[in-house]
């Protein structure tokens, strides 16, 4: 029960924040398209993280680890995308934004494994 509400608390909290960037980005001259949209996606991927984990099979304590991990590595993609710039060419962030999304795939396979395992 803890953890539909939780999932319906996380989900709102998603939509304001999409919500919330996009008038930010509408509003402020020096916030352009390109990280508004950066950070929009990188909210919505973590929406369908979070919802694959959630969703899972998983044992209740793998979840509650990686709703942790993933809220971890949420902010810091978040800051990626923010701090990004302009461009596709020679943007570090987004190979860093990459390698953390690649990261928490990895990372929900092995609880999959895992949670087969134990």
């Known amino acids: 029960m803890a953890f539909i509400q939780m999932k319906k608390t996380y989900f709102l909290f998603v939509f304001i924040l999409i919500f919330l960037n996009t008038i930010i980005g509408l509003l402020l001259p020096n916030y352009t398209d390109f990280n508004m949209l950066f950070v929009g996606s990188s909210f919505i991927i973590s929406s369908i ?5 959630i969703n899972s ?6 979840k509650l680890g990686l709703g942790m991990l993933f809220s971890l590595t949420t902010l810091v993609r978040f800051l990626c995308a923010l701090l990004s710039i302009n461009s596709f060419e ?6 860093i934004f990459g390698v953390i999304v690649a990261f928490e795939l990895g990372v929900y396979i092995l609880a999959k494994v895992l949670n087969k395992v134990l």
């Open 90 to 95: 020679n943007n570090f962030s987004l190979v």
């Open 49 to 53: 993280v979070l919802w694959f984990s």
């Open 57 to 62: 099979n998983l044992t209740y304590g793998l």
